[in-house]
């Protein structure tokens, strides 16, 4: 009986780790994270999905303090789900591997929560809340040489120092 809880315990371990690498599942949460967070959805959505974040969040504390150890290598880093959106299939945050419960948690959690709730509101607007008025949309940069038609000035890459020359022998 015991084997079969290590065991299960295993498993779950092994899909919390899997599951933030996979692009799907970064889509999710961040559909998730929109329910809670943007200010065009009404109460009755965003209550019921901060609930869910809230739940996530508390389910992910033990998977947190099982990836504790990996904070000390900079290298282990998630993508965030933020800018996993309808125009974004990549976001550009990068985040320690022992956020990345709390993260895909809290929006996952978010998710279950508040969606059957905006599908009930949904068949009473006409379409999708989007940005709150006033919120400029995100454009990507310029590559270098290219002008941007709103600016008058070129994009030009910073300065790079000289490469530093030969080292001579010391005498």
């Not at 690498?21 to 209550?47: I, K, M, T, Y």
């Not at 809290?106 to 969606?115: D, I």
Request: glycine residues 10%.
């Amino acid at each position: 009986m015991k084997r079969t809880h290590a065991s299960s315990l295993l498993l779950c371990l092994a899909a919390m780790l899997c599951l933030p690498s996979c692009s799907a599942f970064r889509r999710l949460a961040n559909r998730g994270h929109d329910l809670v967070e943007n200010p065009g959805r009404s109460a009755a959505v965003r209550l019921p999905a901060g609930l869910g974040a809230l739940v996530g969040h508390a389910i992910a504390i033990p998977f947190t303090g099982l990836l504790l150890p990996s904070y000390a290598f900079a290298g282990a880093t998630v993508e965030s789900s933020d800018g996993h959106g309808p125009q974004r299939d990549r976001g550009d945050i990068r985040l320690p591997l022992v956020l990345a419960p709390q993260e895909y948690g809290s929006g996952a959690g978010a998710l279950v929560l508040g969606a059957p709730f905006d599908w009930v509101a949904s068949l009473f607007r006409a379409e999708s809340p989007g940005p709150p008025e006033g919120v400029v949309a995100e454009a990507p940069e310029l590559p270098p040489g290219e002008t941007d038609p709103r600016l008058d000035f070129e994009v030009r890459p910073p300065r790079r120092p000289p490469a530093p020359g030969p080292v001579e022998p010391a005498k």
